[in-house]
């Protein structure tokens, strides 16, 4: 029959050839009848994508013929057969082969294929699907290449091309199929993959060669409401299984984005997302992002920044391998909200009336959310509100096992206010009420696959999906199958967690079921706290299953735990494991005791204090006939604030024993306390004795406060006083009620009440601060009009380099000067190696300095000294090496002036390029001995507060100064001394004869109370003038009272000098002097040289 064809593929397969081998095992067999030989044919090692002439095979006789198909492996193998279509043969000439389509959008496609002979042109038929290609109007083309424009989108095509050489043609080519895409979405666009079949424009693409890759819709996932979509690749990615979304019709502002949930059966699971402009066309996707899935449902947002023009699809690629499958549902292509909604909503725990949410803020709101929640499917807008301004809420008032969604959007202006999307539902389902003792579940009313109410089976990390919860029948019952598919660890092993009990802490309590796998398989039992979370599980015991159903009971009184809900997990780690669980059973212990409680032991009266375990201990006893293993107690103060306490002990019958109260009491009240204890045991037989009481008297310690940890100045110390009527031990050894401290430590003191003996203590911290000094001291005094610059002196380093960024600066080779180590008073070390120390101050006169220095370890030689480039040798040796004990070194011939005012001091490392002659100073004082007792630094360093505006001072009188305050509170005062300058004056200038030695006897100085000092002030002064007549002498007066301030005054003396020294004056000539003064000769107009005779001068006098 020409017109005959089949089909066998299935319909979820998306194969594009006649044949599609999967391995190269499969063979095709040819016969003429059944009465001949089979044939071999061919090795399907290729797809047969051509059409295949047999002519050569079977005899132009016989119109019949058989094929055969012939696979020659088992298990998972297998062959694809579709399009088999048996023909005749018209003619040899073969048609166009390989008819490929390049490229294919919504109005165009692009097709070529490769010649079938040597023809000279081609003719091509464009039909819809189904169309006999005969009935169109062929069109001629001269290339193997095709572009095809105006077709209409959505549109199904059948296109086939023949070979043209001369006036014959070859056969049609084999069918090419396609359907035009889908024209385009805009922002708007939402799917939740709810048909049956994908959704309208989405595409499917297998191009892997593994048979059982594929993507189709499904529904039995428990995260996900309703259907969704499903990737699965089986085990090669070489080719890649895409799953794309129709056209998105891009804007040109850049500012859409899509919007997807997404998870994986394993974690993590690569998905990667781009462009693709030919969904049949793997080199036509373009990689734009990563994303790395796990088993938990997340929703993500892409944003197409990149993707500002044009219309593209997005597709979805399955970018990982082994046997993993990728979910994807509620696929939105939108614009970017300005209010975004957030984030990773998610549920953190639930408990029977409450249950905790948590998600992640989108940063553009002002963290303030507003959150909607109700029964599950109800209506946005009717629910109850609450707000939050943290990322995570905990709703109450819950009803138990109830399903509510929940919707989270943040307030983005409070002020409007305006809100932004809402992410959800979330969809939770509370905790049942804890079940008591007498609960039972053998799984008979449920159906299979389903999980039973108040049952949770968590979905660990690479638990097969498929095998999550489901159950299998056994011969008489339904039970719970724990399936393993290829989990290797514990973190991934399936789970089943059973409802809340209700006091479980109760040592009696038990838990009975029954477990069989089909090999020595095991289970782990534990505890959970949060029965949503696996990792809170805390193992209790492991049981080893066997073929037939066996008991198993937990004791929980044998077992330290925290939580109320009980897991059974799979604890084998072999792949394709099966565990089967059946009537659970939770109840008491069928126990017969008498537990009595004989008394409460006290070691007398207590002072007031936390309670500990050593407190309150309580003697009981076993009067019944059976073993005790655990029991409880509780106890209460003067009736009220009932404590409870239980244990795991085992008391034999007879058995008497004793047990501290582990819960903590707080004393820290005085009084007297009435305390009783007795048996809270659930199943004590007899009550008759099962009470004990005790009074405690609780003295009150005694109150101390040493005070916040604080600071003094040098030299004040601090007074520290204890509470009265107690005994004292303070640290440093002293036992009296008031102790004094001037050093700085940690100070406590222990006091003891003489009469209760109740203790009490206290601890401070005190800091000692070194005073800082005004220069000059009280000792020094001013004259009036004298000026003087205060400076700051330090007495000992308290922390560091304590002398200030303004007053040292270290010149050094290997920055070897340093601060270090803890030496004496808790003070710093200044070690010096390989280098030298600078220390620069001004003083305004010296002529010999003092260093007083502390160095408990040096070595011999000791440190070099160095004073304005002038060697002064090593500090003394033998003043050194203890602390406390100060050495001292005078340095005399200093300039009694420097031009600068400045002095450096320089100390230098002994042995440069060796530890052991590094110097370790931790006190150094400088002293001018000229001046006064004072130490001397060069300005105010950083720390200080001048009260004083200007630190120059003019004084005029005597006067204390407090301008100088360090930060660390300290300061201290200087007084200023100051003395009025004497007046003086002198008179009686005479005229004296030029002899060569005068008597000044008339010159007169006035003062009074003092001494003079000066050339030709007191008595005979013998002088030689000057050769012009003319001399200048100071007159100096010193107030003997004070023996500091002086006065000085300027005279002069005229000296008549003899006539031959005088200058001459030419003869008959005269002058008029105005005043008595020596003459000079100015101009030799007025002398006569030219005779060069003495000469009369007369001289008149005017009076």
């Given at each position: 029959?020409?017109?005959?064809?089949?089909?066998?593929?299935?319909?979820?397969?998306?194969?594009?050839?006649?044949?599609?081998?999967?391995?190269?095992?499969?063979?095709?067999?040819?016969?003429?009848?059944?009465?001949?030989?089979?044939?071999?044919?061919?090795?399907?090692?290729?797809?047969?994508?051509?059409?295949?002439?047999?002519?050569?095979?079977?005899?132009?006789?016989?119109?019949?013929?058989?094929?055969?198909?012939?696979?020659?492996?088992?298990?998972?193998?297998?062959?694809?057969?579709?399009?088999?279509?048996?023909?005749?043969?018209?003619?040899?000439?073969?048609?166009?082969?390989?008819?490929?389509?390049?490229?294919?959008?919504?109005?165009?496609?692009?097709?070529?294929?490769?010649?079938?002979?040597?023809?000279?042109?081609?003719?091509?038929?464009?039909?819809?699907?189904?169309?006999?290609?005969?009935?169109?109007?062929?069109?001629?083309?001269?290339?193997t290449l095709?572009?095809?424009?105006?077709?209409?989108?959505?549109?199904?095509?059948?296109?086939?091309?023949?070979?043209?050489?001369?006036?014959?043609?070859s056969?049609?080519?084999?069918?090419?199929?396609?359907?035009?895409?889908?024209?385009?979405?805009?922002?708007?666009y939402?799917?939740?993959?709810?048909?049956?079949?994908?959704?309208?424009?989405?595409?499917?693409?297998?191009?892997?060669?593994?048979?059982?890759?594929?993507i189709?819709l499904?529904?039995?996932?428990?995260?996900?409401?309703?259907?969704?979509?499903?990737?699965?690749?089986?085990?090669?990615?070489?080719f890649?299984?895409?799953?794309?979304?129709?056209?998105?019709?891009?804007?040109?502002?850049?500012?859409?984005?899509?919007?997807?949930?997404?998870?994986a059966?394993?974690?993590?699971?690569?998905?990667?997302?781009?462009?693709?402009?030919?969904?049949?066309?793997?080199?036509?996707?373009?990689?734009?992002?990563?994303?790395?899935?796990?088993?938990?449902?997340?929703?993500?947002?892409?944003?197409?920044?990149?993707?500002?023009?044009g219309?593209?699809?997005?597709?979805?690629?399955?970018?990982?391998?082994?046997?993993?499958?990728?979910?994807?549902?509620d696929?939105?292509?939108?614009?970017?909200?300005?209010?975004?909604?957030?984030?990773?909503?998610?549920?953190?725990?639930?408990?029977d009336?409450?249950?905790?949410?948590?998600?992640?803020?989108?940063?553009?709101?002002?963290s303030?959310?507003?959150?909607?929640y109700g029964?599950?499917?109800?209506?946005?807008?009717?629910?109850?509100?609450?707000?939050?301004?943290?990322?995570?809420?905990?709703?109450?008032?819950?009803?138990?096992?109830t399903?509510?969604?929940?919707?989270?959007?943040?307030?983005?202006?409070?002020?409007?206010?305006?809100?932004?999307?809402?992410?959800?539902?979330?969809?939770l389902?509370?905790?049942?009420?804890?079940?008591d003792?007498?609960w039972?579940?053998?799984?008979?009313?449920?159906?299979?696959?389903?999980?039973?109410?108040?049952?949770?089976a968590?979905?660990?990390?690479?638990?097969?999906?498929?095998?999550?919860?489901?159950?299998?029948?056994?011969?008489?019952?339904?039970?719970?199958?724990?399936?393993?598919?290829?989990?290797?660890?514990?973190?991934?092993?399936?789970?089943?967690?059973?409802?809340g009990?209700?006091?479980?802490?109760?040592?009696?309590?038990v838990?009975n079921?029954?477990?069989?796998?089909?090999?020595?398989?095991?289970?782990?039992v534990?505890?959970?706290?949060?029965?949503?979370?696996?990792a809170?599980?805390?193992?209790?015991?492991?049981?080893?299953?066997?073929?037939?159903?066996?008991?198993?009971?937990?004791?929980?009184?044998?077992?330290?735990?925290?939580?109320?809900?009980?897991?059974?997990?799979?604890?084998?780690?072999?792949?394709?494991?099966?565990?089967?669980?059946?009537?659970?059973?939770?109840t008491s212990?069928?126990?017969?005791?008498?537990l009595?409680?004989?008394?409460?032991?006290?070691v007398?009266?207590?002072?007031?204090?936390?309670?500990?375990?050593?407190?309150?201990?309580?003697?009981?006893?076993?009067?019944?006939?059976d073993t005790?293993s655990?029991?409880?107690?509780?106890?209460?103060?003067?009736?009220?604030?009932?404590?409870?306490?239980?244990?795991a002990?085992?008391?034999?019958?007879?058995?008497?024993?004793?047990?501290?109260?582990?819960?903590?009491?707080?004393y820290?009240?005085?009084?007297?306390?009435?305390?009783?204890?007795?048996n809270?045991?659930?199943?004590?037989?007899?009550?008759?004795?099962?009470?004990?009481?005790?009074v405690?008297?609780?003295?009150?310690?005694?109150?101390?406060?040493?005070?916040?940890?604080?600071?003094?100045?040098?030299?004040?110390?601090?007074?520290?006083?204890?509470?009265?009527?107690?005994?004292?031990?303070?640290?440093?050894?002293?036992?009296?009620?008031i102790?004094?401290?001037?050093?700085?430590?940690?100070?406590?003191?222990?006091?003891?009440?003489?009469?209760?003996?109740?203790?009490?203590?206290?601890?401070?911290?005190?800091?000692?601060?070194?005073?800082?000094?005004?220069?000059?001291?009280?000792g020094?005094?001013?004259?009036?009009?004298?000026?003087?610059?205060?400076?700051?002196?330090?007495?000992r380093?308290?922390d560091?380099?304590?002398?200030?960024?303004?007053?040292?600066?270290?010149?050094?080779?290997?920055?070897?000067?340093?601060?270090?180590a803890?030496?004496?008073?808790?003070?710093?070390?200044?070690?010096?190696?390989?280098?030298?120390?600078?220390i620069?101050?001004?003083?305004?006169?010296?002529?010999?300095?003092?260093?007083?220095?502390?160095?408990?370890?040096?070595?011999?030689?000791t440190?070099?000294?160095?004073?304005?480039?002038?060697?002064?040798?090593?500090?003394?040796?033998?003043?050194?090496?203890?602390c406390?004990?100060?050495?001292?070194?005078?340095?005399?011939?200093?300039?009694?002036?420097?031009?600068?005012?400045?002095?450096?001091?320089?100390?230098y490392?002994?042995?440069?390029?060796?530890?052991l002659?590094?110097?370790?100073?931790?006190?150094?004082?400088?002293?001018?001995?000229?001046?006064?007792?004072?130490?001397?630094?060069?300005?105010?360093?950083?720390?200080?507060?001048?009260?004083?505006?200007?630190?120059?001072?003019?004084?005029?009188?005597?006067?204390?100064?407090?301008?100088?305050?360090y930060?660390?509170?300290?300061?201290?005062?200087?007084?200023?001394?100051?003395?009025?300058?004497?007046?003086?004056?002198?008179?009686?200038?005479?005229?004296?004869?030029?002899?060569?030695?005068?008597?000044?006897?008339?010159?007169?100085?006035?003062?009074?109370?003092?001494?003079?000092?000066g050339?030709?002030v007191v008595?005979?002064?013998?002088?030689?003038?000057?050769?012009?007549?003319?001399?200048?002498?100071?007159?100096?007066?010193?107030?003997?009272?004070?023996?500091?301030?002086?006065?000085?005054?300027?005279?002069?003396?005229?000296?008549?000098?003899?006539?031959?020294?005088?200058?001459?004056?030419?003869?008959?000539k005269?002058?008029?002097?105005?005043?008595?003064?020596?003459?000079?000769?100015?101009?030799?107009?007025?002398?006569?040289f030219?005779?060069?005779?003495?000469?009369?001068?007369?001289?008149?006098?005017?009076?």
């Amino acid at each position: 029959d020409p017109s005959f064809s089949f089909y066998l593929a299935q319909p979820n397969y998306f194969n594009i050839d006649q044949f599609q081998n999967y391995f190269d095992i499969s063979k095709i067999y040819i016969r003429a009848s059944e009465s001949n030989s089979w044939i071999l044919y061919k090795n399907l090692n290729t797809a047969i994508d051509n059409w295949t002439y047999i002519s050569d095979s079977i005899p132009d006789t016989f119109n019949y013929f058989q094929l055969r198909l012939v696979i020659t492996l088992r298990g998972g193998y297998g062959v694809s057969f579709d399009d088999f279509r048996v023909g005749e043969q018209l003619d040899v000439r073969p048609p166009p082969a390989d008819v490929t389509l390049t490229y294919l959008r919504d109005t165009m496609a692009h097709i070529m294929w490769h010649p079938g002979g040597s023809g000279s042109g081609y003719l091509y038929a464009l039909v819809a699907q189904g169309t006999d290609p005969d009935l169109a109007t062929p069109i001629s083309h001269s290339d193997t290449l095709l572009g095809l424009g105006g077709l209409i989108p959505n549109t199904g095509y059948d296109f086939y091309v023949k070979e043209i050489s001369g006036t014959d043609t070859s056969h049609w080519s084999p069918v090419l199929r396609f359907t035009t895409d889908f024209s385009g979405v805009n922002p708007g666009y939402y799917t939740g993959f709810e048909s049956p079949s994908l959704p309208f424009a989405w595409r499917a693409n297998v191009f892997t060669d593994e048979p059982y890759s594929e993507i189709y819709l499904d529904s039995n996932f428990i995260d996900y409401n309703g259907r969704f979509l499903s990737i699965y690749l089986e085990d090669n990615r070489d080719f890649g299984i895409y799953a794309s979304t129709p056209i998105l019709n891009f804007n040109n502002s850049g500012n859409t984005r899509i919007r997807f949930k997404a998870s994986a059966t394993y974690t993590p699971v690569e998905l990667q997302l781009g462009r693709m402009n030919y969904f049949d066309n793997t080199y036509s996707f373009s990689l734009d992002t990563s994303l790395f899935l796990s088993n938990t449902v997340k929703e993500y947002k892409i944003n197409l920044d990149s993707m500002t023009s044009g219309r593209d699809r997005v597709a979805f690629l399955h970018a990982d391998d082994w046997y993993e499958t990728i979910f994807l549902d509620d696929f939105y292509y939108e614009l970017i909200p300005d209010c975004d909604s957030p984030d990773s909503l998610h549920l953190l725990s639930v408990s029977d009336n409450s249950a905790g949410i948590g998600w992640l803020s989108t940063g553009g709101g002002d963290s303030l959310f507003i959150i909607e929640y109700g029964p599950q499917s109800f209506t946005p807008g009717t629910g109850t509100f609450i707000t939050s301004n943290t990322l995570n809420k905990t709703i109450t008032s819950l009803a138990p096992a109830t399903d509510y969604d929940v919707y989270v959007a943040e307030i983005c202006t409070p002020s409007t206010p305006d809100t932004g999307l809402w992410a959800g539902p979330l969809t939770l389902a509370t905790a049942c009420s804890y079940v008591d003792t007498g609960w039972t579940d053998g799984f008979e009313a449920y159906s299979a696959t389903i999980i039973p109410p108040c049952f949770y089976a968590p979905n660990p990390s690479g638990t097969a999906l498929t095998y999550k919860s489901v159950f299998q029948s056994n011969s008489d019952s339904m039970s719970f199958y724990l399936f393993n598919s290829s989990c290797l660890s514990e973190s991934c092993s399936p789970m089943l967690i059973l409802p809340g009990f209700k006091d479980i802490t109760i040592g009696n309590r038990v838990l009975n079921f029954y477990a069989k796998s089909a090999s020595a398989e095991f289970v782990v039992v534990g505890v959970l706290s949060n029965p949503i979370d696996p990792a809170s599980f805390q193992p209790l015991d492991t049981f080893t299953l066997s073929s037939s159903y066996q008991l198993f009971t937990v004791a929980f009184a044998d077992y330290a735990f925290s939580g109320n809900f009980v897991g059974i997990r799979h604890g084998s780690s072999g792949m394709y494991r099966s565990i089967y669980l059946d009537d659970f059973e939770y109840t008491s212990a069928p126990i017969s005791f008498d537990l009595r409680v004989d008394s409460v032991g006290q070691v007398g009266d207590v002072c007031a204090t936390t309670m500990g375990t050593d407190r309150l201990r309580v003697f009981v006893s076993n009067n019944g006939t059976d073993t005790i293993s655990g029991f409880s107690l509780a106890f209460t103060v003067n009736g009220v604030g009932l404590k409870t306490f239980s244990t795991a002990s085992i008391l034999n019958p007879g058995d008497t024993t004793s047990i501290y109260f582990t819960d903590t009491l707080n004393y820290s009240v005085a009084g007297t306390f009435y305390l009783q204890v007795f048996n809270t045991t659930t199943g004590d037989q007899n009550k008759a004795n099962d009470t004990a009481v005790k009074v405690l008297n609780i003295f009150p310690p005694p109150s101390i406060s040493l005070g916040s940890d604080t600071s003094i100045c040098t030299p004040n110390n601090l007074q520290l006083s204890g509470p009265a009527g107690c005994t004292y031990t303070w640290s440093t050894g002293a036992n009296t009620q008031i102790a004094y401290f001037a050093i700085p430590d940690t100070y406590s003191l222990i006091a003891t009440d003489t009469l209760t003996g109740c203790v009490n203590g206290d601890t401070m911290i005190l800091s000692v601060n070194g005073t800082y000094a005004f220069f000059p001291d009280t000792g020094y005094v001013f004259c009036t009009g004298d000026s003087q610059l205060l400076q700051p002196q330090v007495f000992r380093y308290s922390d560091g380099i304590d002398l200030g960024e303004d007053q040292i600066s270290h010149n050094y080779t290997d920055s070897s000067i340093s601060f270090g180590a803890y030496k004496c008073a808790n003070d710093k070390t200044l070690r010096i190696g390989d280098g030298y120390v600078q220390i620069e101050f001004t003083v305004l006169k010296t002529s010999a300095l003092m260093l007083e220095f502390e160095s408990p370890w040096i070595t011999n030689p000791t440190p070099k000294v160095e004073v304005d480039g002038v060697k002064f040798g090593h500090l003394p040796y033998s003043s050194v090496g203890l602390c406390g004990k100060l050495g001292y070194m005078l340095l005399e011939g200093l300039d009694a002036q420097t031009i600068d005012n400045k002095v450096v001091v320089k100390i230098y490392d002994t042995i440069p390029g060796s530890t052991l002659g590094d110097a370790q100073i931790t006190f150094l004082r400088i002293y001018s001995l000229d001046v006064m007792d004072s130490v001397l630094w060069t300005s105010i360093p950083s720390g200080f507060n001048s009260s004083v505006a200007n630190p120059y001072v003019h004084p005029s009188a005597y006067t204390t100064y407090n301008g100088l305050i360090y930060t660390n509170g300290c300061s201290d005062t200087a007084g200023i001394g100051v003395q009025a300058k004497p007046s003086l004056a002198v008179n009686n200038v005479i005229l004296a004869r030029d002899t060569g030695i005068y008597d000044l006897d008339n010159l007169h100085a006035y003062g009074t109370g003092g001494t003079f000092y000066g050339a030709g002030v007191v008595g005979t002064h013998q002088f030689d003038p000057d050769s012009v007549g003319r001399s200048v002498d100071t007159c100096v007066y010193v107030n003997s009272t004070q023996n500091t301030c002086s006065d000085t005054t300027v005279f002069s003396i005229e000296v008549s000098p003899v006539l031959e020294r005088f200058p001459a004056i030419g003869a008959g000539k005269s002058m008029i002097f105005d005043s008595i003064r020596y003459l000079e000769a100015i101009n030799s107009d007025l002398l006569d040289f030219e005779n060069n005779q003495p000469l009369t001068i007369e001289f008149w006098f005017k009076t």
